[in-house]
T-cell receptor, first 113, second 114 residues
Framework: DAGVIQSPRHEVTEMGQEVTLRCKPI?????LFWYRQTMMRGLELLIY????????DSGMPEDRFSAKMPNASFSTLKIQPSEPRDSAVYFC???????????FGAGTRLSVL | AQSVTQPDIHITVSEGASLELRCNYS??????LFWYVQSPGQGLQLLLK??????LVQGIKGFEAEFKRSQSSFNLRKPSVHWSDAAEYFC????????????FGKGTKLTVNP
């Protein structure tokens, strides 16, 4: 198993541009999570899905952020328009059930200039 | 609201020395407890988890953690540290009986001296 795959690994963009982060979870994992990691706030849960359905998006910072999971093997996190304060490392994680820890991807380091 | 405190931001130990990383949580009931490790430029890797039962939990890479209800703690230990253990360590809590909405501590960075 290749684990959770995220792309791109690094993204540099200018303020106002649209950014799309991608995630392929581990096959068979019904739960998918998007986290953001910053020095100031640590690791924060943005949104999670169960069987492709968004369950809790209370961590999404504002309407500029959106996430989709069109099928069991793919999810996107979109920021439109991006701002410098969105600069962070974004992690995707998947889990086979709600009681277990998650498998994390290597993350996408986003820099918004 | 549940919270996790890792009191030590940075710890330095010598290779071969023992290690204990502290984690305290605040929650209305006994939650699920986790320890993760993050190497530079990498995602988080699950070291071990506690759900119920034996309060001493064994994990990967020779790590163990002990749940102490009276102290609301879940400290991570390793008897002999290797240079490859240098990384950042995160404690996390999740609510029982509900969805897996983990709350993470701010992390403890471990430096290992040769």
């Amino acid at each position: 198993d290749a684990g959770v795959i995220q792309s791109p690994r690094h993204e540099v963009t200018e303020m106002g541009q649209e950014v799309t982060l991608r995630c392929k979870p581990i096959s068979g994992h019904d739960y998918l999570f998007w986290y953001r990691q910053t020095m100031m706030r640590g690791l924060e849960l943005l949104i999670y899905f169960n069987n492709n359905v968004p369950i809790d998006d209370s961590g999404m910072p504002e309407d500029r952020f959106s996430a989709k999971m069109p099928n069991a093997s793919f999810s996107t996190l979109k920021i439109q328009p991006s701002e410098p304060r969105d600069s962070a490392v974004y992690f995707c994680a998947s889990s086979p059930h709600p009681l277990g820890g998650s498998d994390f991807g290597a993350g996408t380091r986003l820099s918004v200039l | 609201a549940q919270s996790v405190t890792q009191p030590d931001i940075h710890i330095t130990v010598s290779e071969g020395a023992s290690l204990e990383l502290r984690c305290n949580y605040s929650y209305g009931a006994t939650p699920y407890l986790f320890w993760y490790v993050q190497s530079p430029g990498q995602g988080l890797q699950l070291l071990l988890k506690y759900f119920s039962g034996d309060t001493l939990v064994q994990g990967i890479k020779g790590f163990e953690a002990e749940f102490k209800r009276s102290q609301s703690s879940f400290n991570l230990r390793k008897p002999s540290v290797h240079w490859s253990d240098a990384a950042e360590y995160f404690c996390a809590v999740g609510p029982k009986g509900g969805s897996e909405k983990l709350v993470f501590g701010k992390g403890t960075k471990l430096t290992v001296n040769p």
